[in-house]
């Protein structure tokens, strides 16, 4: 017996708008394990293509589907996908005055005018641009060397990549160290970033560490301080100003960045950048997100050697949260309201205790983002993340 060719038609449009409304679910659901945390991670940021998809279906079930129970199911389907992408979209304008309005309070009412003219002229225009979600955000030429060796603890070795502005000179230094719970990644995670902001007039160094648990804590903190310090004895050579100097980290790298930055002995900083960082890891602890698709406490345990009731000064020193005695650098820090891995809350919290004691801080939250949410470059929350990022770079390093 065979189908006739409008059924199977209809069935597989059904199909396909499942599949697209299971899609979109993600934006709103919060993810159970890592594979769905994929999933909950890129949904949103690809909101735009999933809209044009359901509505898509929408106009097929319209036209093209013959059997109405069929027509009104697809209906569904599309419609309740529509509305969830349609949530992302209609919040931008929103969060974007909301993001605005924090930056100013954190940096000063004027803290654009700040920036040199020809500075500004080179940034985003928008903080989102529906045009740079469809084509890319334009990376623009750099200069680009990988496999540069500046420490080798335990015959271990560890590497840096350098990216440099197309033209020769001397360049504001941006360090940036990956995520990933401390165990994994690479130097080269999240290249589009580095090369975009080394075509802007930066050196950008990422930087590699050693990874739990094999290698526990202090052990990366060593090794992004060793990294440091071989910047600013090598400056020179890779054109790159070691006295003004930016510390930006993701996730775990994060993390590294503020204790790295807020050590009464560090180096030079100017400011400090965490995308979605732990900031308390005793709380963290304590109180993991749920549902935890990480497993929190089994990271901790890996990274610091041991449970927070077997190592509670561990888990003190190595909170960033807990290094607020003495002048710090000016702090960025941007979470989603939906990382089910790193809560906002905690970003939230190291805001407040950044801003009580005394320093310099802004914090972003992006509604609709979960972690990691700039793996997609030109998604919808990693424009609004480089629009601030980039000022707030500025500002740091050339702020008049």
Not at 30 to 54: D, H, K, Q, Y
Not at 319 to 339: C, E, K
Not at 345 to 371: C, K
Request: proline share 7%; aromatic share 14%.
């Amino acid at each position: 017996m065979f189908v006739k060719p409008q059924i199977f038609l209809s069935l597989l449009v059904l199909l396909l708008c499942f599949a697209s409304l299971f899609l979109s679910a993600w934006i709103i659901l919060p993810a159970p394990n890592m594979f769905l945390l994929t999933l909950a991670v890129g949904a949103p940021e690809v909101s735009p293509w999933l809209l044009l998809l359901n509505l898509l279906f929408l106009l097929l079930s319209l036209f093209y589907i013959c059997r109405r129970q069929l027509q009104r199911l697809v209906c569904v389907f599309s419609l309740i996908g529509l509305l969830i992408c349609g949530w992302v979209l209609v919040n931008i304008p929103s969060t974007q005055m909301q993001m605005a309005k924090v930056m100013k309070q954190g940096l000063g009412a004027n803290y654009l005018e700040q920036i040199p003219s020809q500075v500004r002229a080179k940034m985003q225009t928008y903080p989102f641009n529906l045009v740079n979600f469809f084509r890319g955000i334009a990376l623009g030429k750099m200069r680009y060397q990988k496999d540069i060796l500046f420490a080798s603890p335990g015959g271990l070795s560890l590497k840096m990549e350098v990216y440099q502005p197309p033209e020769v000179g001397k360049y504001p230094v941006v360090v940036v160290i990956y995520g990933g719970a401390w165990q994994y990644g690479n130097t080269h995670a999240n290249s589009e970033f580095n090369q975009y902001i080394a075509n802007h007039g930066y050196t950008v160094f990422a930087i590699d560490y050693r990874h739990a648990p094999k290698y526990q804590f202090p052990s990366q903190l060593d090794d992004v301080r060793t990294a440091l310090n071989f910047i600013c004895k090598h400056a020179a050579e890779y054109e790159a100003d070691s006295e003004h100097m930016v510390l930006l980290g993701r996730s775990s790298g994060a993390h590294l960045a503020m204790l790295a930055a807020y050590q009464p002995d560090a180096p030079p900083i100017r400011a400090v950048v965490n995308y979605y960082g732990p900031v308390n890891l005793t709380e963290g602890y304590k109180t993991p997100p749920n549902p935890d698709p990480i497993n929190t406490r089994a990271v901790l345990k890996a990274f610091l050697g041991g449970s927070l009731e077997e190592l509670p000064n561990q888990y003190q020193i190595a909170s960033p949260i807990n290094y607020l005695t003495h002048p710090l650098p000016p702090t960025l820090l941007i979470y989603g309201s939906r990382d089910h891995l790193v809560e906002a809350r905690f970003g939230r919290q190291m805001y407040e205790s950044l801003h009580d004691s005394g320093n310099t801080a802004v914090f972003l939250e992006i509604p609709w983002a979960e972690h990691a949410f700039d793996a997609v470059f030109n998604g919808v929350s990693n424009q609004l993340a480089l629009y601030y990022t980039e000022r707030f770079l500025a500002w740091a390093f050339f702020r008049q």
